[in-house]
């Protein structure tokens, strides 16, 4: 049983589920706010959820024991996505 808690994906697990309940908490308490401050909750869960990803991606299909290229191209591609995301979530707003 002690080997568990040894485990580094046990502490990526124990994190990734921290962040998400921290994440639900930030997007249930905006419930009630103004509009600028949905848009800085929308920003921040997205934060949230890229960092995740990053979390998933590096541990979890083990990405961090891949080659540098691979890293970056994934590092890379989250960025993209979040900058994507959030330049659409303002322009159609």
């Known amino acids: 049983m002690a080997m568990y808690f040894r485990s580094r994906l046990t502490w990526v697990w124990a994190l990734l589920s921290a962040i998400t309940i921290i994440a639900w908490w930030l997007g249930a308490r905006s419930g009630t706010s103004s509009r600028e401050v949905h848009a800085i909750t929308a920003v921040v869960l ?19 024991r891949a080659p540098t290229w691979l890293r970056v191209t994934c590092d890379s591609w989250l960025a993209l996505t979040f900058g994507m995301i959030v330049s659409l979530y303002f322009f159609i707003r």
């Open 46 to 64: 997205v934060l949230i959820a890229c960092v995740k990803s990053r979390l998933v991606i590096r541990n979890f299909m083990e990405v961090s």
